[in-house]
């Protein structure tokens, strides 16, 4: 299993026994250390923050979403189920965005 940035998963993150949906946000690595992922989960509480990623409505999501940088995390690929589908482009860049912000990458101009 080598699952791709921007492709979005049912995962087993442990809560109340049921999976949830993640969008893989680690690089593509042909040949990683470990066998981990890191993922920001997705969710259908807005809460209208900088942390949020609006997601357009797909056929593979039942309701409207986002992705939650705040949630991110890292799990064994075992522990993903399947592959349910994939974010744009445009969408994959404003989670980079939000994921720059939540982690405070930006360089400073010194």
Do not use: C
């Not at 797909?58 to 349910?84: C, W």
């Not at 404003?94 to 990458?105: E, P, V």
């Amino acid at each position: 299993m080598n699952p791709q940035p921007g492709e979005i998963w049912l995962a087993d993150l442990g809560l109340a026994a049921k999976t949830r949906p993640v969008v893989i946000v680690s690089r593509q690595d042909p040949d990683p250390p470990r066998a981990l992922v890191l993922y920001v989960p997705l969710t259908t509480q807005r809460r209208n923050s900088p942390y949020e990623v609006p997601l357009p409505r797909h056929p593979f999501l039942d309701r409207e979403s986002v992705a939650n940088v705040q949630g991110l995390g890292s799990l064994p690929t075992v522990r993903l189920e399947r592959k349910i589908g994939r974010l744009s482009v445009g969408t994959m860049e404003q989670l980079k965005d939000a994921l720059t912000f939540a982690l405070d990458l930006g360089r400073a101009s010194e």
